[in-house]
């Protein structure tokens, strides 16, 4: 077993805006006599010192699904991939807009606005940015937008409208990239994000594990984003698809999921760390201890899977004494929740207590045109 010096060394570089040698990532992943509960303990030291027991959540509006010319392997919008997603053009900004009500309502810290595709035309880029301009004008939510490639004419118009972010995921190491994806390279990504960057706009950039990856190519990517100054970092984990190349995820225990979270605290201290796809499926009954080496989560899902119920993911943050960051109280938005919950009956839930969780486990779903759209189906 690893002494306690061990785990407060960790904590104490982290704290000082060090990180680990590749060795110790390795360890802090891959080494059996690594402690969980104490390398938990040690990551929350600092999750704490930058951001205590706040969490901020992020909706998704996957604004434009499918019909991508990309061949990204794991992806069901790709045109190689074959899960059968429901496709449609982007939203109206009537759509986005009253979706994003919906997000604020429902406690969002952060919008996320994510569309299919190499990237925007130079048309596409202004309506982004007019919709980015009408959000920011009539929510107090922070804009984050997901839109393929960029140059830096598009990174200026989207800064311009007031973009506070843009994501853009590395999601493997560099000399993986070229096995999930043939259509664009690493070096494309790493020049979005460096477009975003010079115009000011905040950058989020992640990973998703469990594509055969080897525990020292998660220690890189770790690396390759505090090197770029990454301010968010969505930890995604695979989650399995009939139909996408990608295959199934390998290596996904709650154990690792978690040791990965907390590689990428230690790595990069301040970095909203986020808990993204595949929490619900790869954590199970662990899920709220992901909450204490990340400070950051998805509600409501993501782009084309369902995720736990609103109501289960705040009832989640509270019953671990964690706060929300939101202008709501945490007992307001749950009530909120629950009233809504009990109202519309979820596709993902049903009168088997339960159920929920077990539809999600089994990775299957997909989520319905009403579940992707909810603002257009109410009208
Ligand atoms: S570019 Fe984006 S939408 Fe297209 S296949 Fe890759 S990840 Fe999916």
Request: hydrophobic share 40%; proline share 5%.
């Amino acid at each position: 077993m690893m002494l306690p010096s061990w785990y407060r060394s960790l904590a104490d570089h982290a704290l000082a805006g060090e990180a680990p040698d590749d060795a110790v990532c390795e360890q802090i992943l891959s080494d059996p006599s690594v402690n969980l509960l104490q390398l938990i303990d040690a990551a929350f030291e600092v999750r704490n010192h930058h951001w205590g027991r706040k969490v901020r959540l992020h909706v998704l509006n996957n604004a434009a699904n499918g019909r991508c010319p990309e061949d990204c392997s794991y992806c069901s919008q790709a045109k190689s991939s074959d899960v059968d997603i429901e496709e449609y053009p982007m939203k109206s900004a009537d759509e986005i807009l009253a979706e994003a009500e919906l997000a604020h309502r429902n406690g969002a810290f952060r919008y996320c606005l994510v569309m299919s595709g190499r990237g925007p035309s130079a048309a596409r880029t202004r309506e982004i940015a007019s919709v980015v301009r009408q959000i920011k004008a009539s929510f107090p939510l922070e804009v984050c937008v997901s839109a393929g490639l960029l140059d830096d004419a598009k990174a200026a118009v989207l800064a311009d409208a007031g973009l506070d972010r843009l994501n853009h995921n590395l999601n493997t190491a560099e000399e993986r990239y070229g096995d999930i994806c043939t259509t664009h390279t690493y070096q494309d990504r790493i020049a979005t994000l460096g477009a975003a960057r010079r115009h000011g706009i905040e950058t989020c950039s992640g990973l998703i594990a469990g594509m055969g990856e080897e525990p020292a190519e998660l220690v890189e990517i770790a690396k390759t984003l505090r090197s770029l100054g990454t301010e968010s970092i969505p930890i995604n984990f695979l989650l399995p698809f009939e139909g996408n190349p990608v295959g199934e995820p390998v290596h996904l225990t709650p154990d690792y999921c978690l040791r990965v979270l907390c590689l990428f605290r230690f790595v990069n201290p301040s970095a909203e760390i986020r808990i993204a796809a595949g929490r619900e499926y790869h954590l199970r009954s662990m899920e709220a201890l992901s909450l204490y080496p990340a400070n950051s989560l998805f509600l409501d899902g993501y782009l084309n899977a369902p995720g736990s119920s609103t109501e289960r993911t705040l009832q989640m943050i509270t019953d671990a004494g964690f706060e929300i960051d939101a202008d709501q109280s945490a007992g307001d938005l749950l009530a909120a929740a629950s009233a809504t919950s009990s109202a519309v009956p979820s596709p993902a839930s049903s009168a088997v207590p339960g159920a929920e969780l077990v539809t999600v486990r089994s990775g299957s779903r997909l989520k319905t045109l009403d579940e992707l759209r909810p603002a257009r189906t109410r009208r």
